[in-house]
């Protein structure tokens, strides 16, 4: 006797498998069809799980968005000076980053093609704004270097954090999360802490 394939998705295995598709295609290359191949379910499974492609899209960046955005909600982010809490907050973003991967590096990658595309970027400059002004106050503190302007430094580390999806893979042969945050911040900070 021969039974049908029982649907075994979840909406959470369901964006796992979407996202790995919107990373691999961009998210304006995959269709319902992609998903569904990619899933191996029917596309009215997916439906019965989500409203549509630009669901599994929000889904997807809010659990990066939430990931970076939570850093800014511990303690270590907001007690202490002002290059401290910097300091803690770039270690956390290469943590999130690391363990978020997959979803994080849609997130970095949406254009503002859609409603849900633009809320995300509105929501990533939210989050660039809130670092920017904490490396402001540690710069008011004298605590970094006064010869690099503070938009300029702010671009330098975020590109640098933000590369790390383009070469990181944690396969356990490489460099574990906790090394690429340790030297992240060994260069970001051995640069722009002040000296004297």
């Known amino acids: 006797m021969t039974t049908a394939k029982r649907d075994t998705y979840t909406p959470e295995t369901l964006l796992t498998v979407a996202v790995r598709v919107f990373n691999e295609r961009g998210y304006d290359g ?21 409203t549509g492609k630009e669901e599994l899209l929000r889904r997807a960046v809010s659990r990066a968005l939430d990931g970076l955005f939570g850093i800014l909600g511990e303690e270590h982010a907001r007690v202490g000076r002002a290059v401290e809490r910097l300091e803690y907050v770039t270690r956390r973003m290469v943590e999130v980053l690391t363990a978020e991967l997959p979803y994080v590096t849609l997130l970095l990658r949406v254009r503002g ?29 004298g605590d970094v270097r006064g010869d690099v302007e503070v938009r300029l430094a702010t671009r330098l580390v975020f590109g640098m954090i933000n590369s790390i999806v383009e070469w990181y893979r944690p396969d356990g042969r490489g460099m574990g ?9 060994l260069m970001v ?7 004297g």
């Open 177 to 185: 999360e906790r090394e690429v945050a340790d030297a992240v911040v």
């Open 113 to 141: 093609n859609t409603d849900t595309e633009r809320w995300a970027l509105e929501r990533r400059r939210d989050f660039d704004h809130e670092v920017a002004a904490l490396l402001k106050a540690a710069a008011a503190d």
């Open 189 to 195: 900070f051995g640069g722009l802490r002040a000296t």
């Open 30 to 50: 995959t269709s319902m069809e992609h998903l569904s191949k990619a899933a191996g379910i029917s596309k009215s499974s997916i439906y019965h799980h989500v």
